[in-house]
Every structure is written in structure tokens, then in C-alpha cells.
């Protein structure tokens, strides 16, 4: 079945760090991917979306490309900051079924001043 | 602020009780997800509606259930409840797919979540 798999945690990196969590998917067809944040003690947010191969997701600094011949969305960002300090989950939307998400296992990003 | 809302944030109870979440999706938004989350599973979809039917189903036990009403808004019912219940639990929305279609676009706004403890 369709699955995802990411780095396990925690990263712990200094601030101004380049960052890198990879991610990849196994999964029937074409699916859209994602990376949802989730801050301490709130719910999960969209961070970005790519829909299909070669599409580059962005958002607040962060990016993912969508490669299809590597079948990963690895999350990056140039200079991480203290408030970047969250877990992070990869996760895709099977093309056969859009109902539900498939999550990751969420990696725990630790950012020191 | 995604738009949608989810009560109570916190849920204290013991085993063997029944307890109600509540989710009131994204204004505009016909499709109503819930998903759990704990340490040990990890988050897991339950159940999805769409326009008050039934779309897909997930990892939920026959100890729970759900329904969304004509305004939209969505209840998990969670019964007999046992420790390994407590969890997050996480209601999503998204949106209709514009052109008349009956389907939800795959992009999805989470709530806050309900923090449940069981006893």
C-alpha cells in the first residue's frame, strides 16, 4: 500500500543551519505530497503542496521539489531560525484515494539560539 | 488560524465511558476528516464525510463512530472508552472541487484538536 517514510528525529541544528528532512513515498499512480508543521501544542498546519513531478513547493523560507524518479519531497530550508522549532511531517494524497492522508512518522526539529 | 474549530480543547474521563468531539469544518468546506494521533500509532485517518454521507473509512474501531450534520458540523463518538484511547484527536476540512463535482479537493486544514485522557 502507499506509505511514506522520513528521517527520524530529533535534528537539532543552530540557528542560521542549513536544513534538510528527507522524505519518500511509495505509492500507486501520481499523488500530491505535502509537509504539515506541527508548533508545540497546536494542531497541524500546511506548510506547502506540490501536485506533480518537477513542482516545487514554498513556503515561509521552506521548500520540497516533487522528484517522481527518486520518489522523494525532501523538505529544505536555507537558515532555519529559533521559531522554526516544531516536528515535521511529510505525507501524500494517494491519486486513488484523494479521502485520506497518509502521514509520515514526523521528524522533531530542535533549533538552538 | 485554519478555520476550523474543534471543542473541547481538553478531555478528561475513565474507561468505559463515552465521550463526544466536536469539529465545525472551514466555511465553504463540505468534507469533514478525523484523524488520530498518539505516540505509539502515530496520526491515523478514521473516517471522511462529505455533505453529511459517509466517503471513506480508516483505522476506526467499531467503538467509534461519527456523523456530520445538515450545518456541516462533524461528531466523533468515542464508547467504552479504554486507556488506549487517549490521544489527539484531529478534525479536517477541505474544500468541494470547483465544476459541480461530488469530490473534495486533496488539500487539507486541520484544527487544534482535542486532547482526550482516559483514566
Known amino acids: 500500500g502507499d506509505s511514506v517514510t522520513q528521517m527520524e528525529g530529533p535534528v537539532t541544528l543552530s540557528e542560521e543551519a542549513f536544513l534538510t528532512i528527507n522524505c519518500t513515498y511509495t505509492a500507486t499512480g501520481y499523488p500530491s505530497l505535502f509537509w504539515y508543521v506541527q508548533y508545540p501544542g497546536e494542531g497541524l498546519q500546511l506548510l506547502l503542496k506540490a501536485t506533480k513531478a518537477d513542482d516545487k513547493g514554498s513556503n515561509k523560507g521552506f521548500e520540497a521539489t516533487y522528484r517522481k524518479e527518486t520518489t522523494s519531497f525532501h523538505l529544505e530550508k536555507g537558515s532555519v531560525q529559533v521559531s522554526d522549532s516544531a516536528v515535521y511531517f511529510c505525507?501524500?494524497?494517494?491519486?486513488?484515494?484523494?479521502?485520506?492522508?497518509?502521514f509520515g512518522s514526523g521528524t522533531r526539529l530542535s533549533i538552538r539560539p | 488560524d485554519s478555520g476550523v474549530t474543534q471543542t473541547p480543547k481538553h478531555l478528561i474521563t475513565a474507561t468505559g465511558q463515552r465521550v463526544t468531539l466536536r469539529c465545525s469544518p472551514r466555511?465553504?468546506?463540505?468534507?469533514v476528516y478525523w484523524y488520530q494521533q498518539s505516540l505509539d500509532q502515530g496520526l491515523q485517518f478514521l473516517i471522511q464525510y462529505y455533505n453529511g454521507e459517509e466517503r471513506a473509512k480508516g483505522n476506526i474501531l467499531e467503538r467509534f463512530s461519527a456523523q456530520q450534520f445538515p450545518d456541516l458540523h462533524s461528531e466523533l463518538n468515542l464508547s467504552s472508552l479504554e486507556l488506549g484511547d487517549s490521544a489527539l484527536y484531529f478534525c479536517?476540512?477541505?474544500?468541494?472541487?470547483?465544476?459541480?463535482?461530488?469530490?473534495?479537493?486533496?488539500?487539507?486544514?486541520f484544527g487544534p484538536g482535542t486532547r482526550l485522557t482516559v483514566l
Open positions: 479536517a476540512s477541505s474544500d468541494p472541487i470547483a465544476g459541480g463535482s461530488t469530490e473534495a479537493t486533496d488539500t487539507q486544514y
Open positions: 505525507a501524500l494524497s494517494a491519486a486513488s484515494s484523494a479521502s485520506k492522508i497518509i
Open positions: 466555511s465553504g468546506d463540505l468534507s
